[in-house]
């Protein structure tokens, strides 16, 4: 069913409900969480979801798994999403935070059909066998590298933000530690400490995430590989690719082609 508020039908004693909703572009849902897990879907379009953890970008063909009781913000362009909202002891991932995952063709043709089905369907039969399905796939999907996290520490925070809204891949660590007035030795242990990653690693993945959103707005390889501070763009189709499995031709021809998935 589409745009009916979960809190409207949450009292169903449905293991699992499915529900679509259609949003205006730059549309933004303030801080909220709901007592069922969520995967949030749209085919085509961006979404980004934020929580004291990080943010996550969710690209055309993935979704993200959203925890029970996870306080999220959402960021959506102009989309329709097909939601599960799934209670805690049907809950087919077992993560406490979210996850970006990858939805393949079989999952995206079981969402569309799910939101199809009436909010109170029977379990016995077709229905029933409909959401088992889906909740298998959703447990075997695997998760895409697109979560950036965010340290505790204000003024580091505050430089991640920044430097999430104009990547350089040749962001010195020298430079960052510099600015905290750090060793470099100890400005590595103190950012791992604080987002679970390497500064390389955390850079690297907030210059994947830019690229992405840059594909889907059409610019080119060669534009975006210059913007990120690259040279020539194969040093930035190499990187790009060890990181997300394909070149970033594959991603702009996905998301220029309808009805195409990974």
């Not at 905290?180 to 400005?187: D, G, I």
């Amino acid at each position: 069913m589409r745009n009916i508020p979960i809190n409207d039908v949450d009292h169903i004693p449905q293991a699992v409900l499915a529900l679509g909703s259609d949003y205006p572009a730059d549309t933004l849902l303030d801080t909220h969480s709901h007592r069922r897990a969520q995967f949030l879907y749209a085919p085509e379009g961006l979404m980004k979801v934020e929580t004291e953890d990080g943010q996550w970008l969710v690209l055309p063909y993935s979704g993200v798994w959203i925890p029970s009781g996870k306080p999220h913000q959402v960021w959506l362009s102009k989309v329709s999403t097909y939601s599960l909202y799934i209670e805690a002891d049907y809950a087919p991932r077992q993560a406490t935070y979210c996850e970006v995952i990858q939805v393949s063709p079989l999952l995206h043709q079981l969402l569309i059909q799910a939101n199809q089905l009436p909010v109170d369907y029977q379990h016995a039969g077709r229905d029933g066998a409909l959401i088992d399905l889906l909740l298998y796939e959703l447990e075997a999907a695997p998760a895409l590298p697109l979560f950036i996290p965010l340290p505790h520490n204000t003024l580091l925070s505050k430089q991640c933000a920044q430097f999430m809204e104009h990547p350089d891949i040749h962001s010195s660590p020298k430079d960052w530690a510099h600015d905290h007035n750090k060793s470099e030795r100890t400005f590595h242990r103190w950012f791992k400490s604080e987002t679970g990653m390497s500064f390389q690693a955390w850079r690297n993945r907030v210059c994947i995430v830019y690229a992405l959103n840059a594909l889907k707005e059409n610019i080119s390889i060669t534009e975006i590989a210059f913007s990120l501070g690259y040279e020539h763009s194969a040093a930035f189709t190499a990187m790009f690719s060890k990181i997300m499995g394909y070149p970033p031709t594959h991603f702009q021809k996905r998301f220029h082609t309808h009805n195409k998935a990974l």
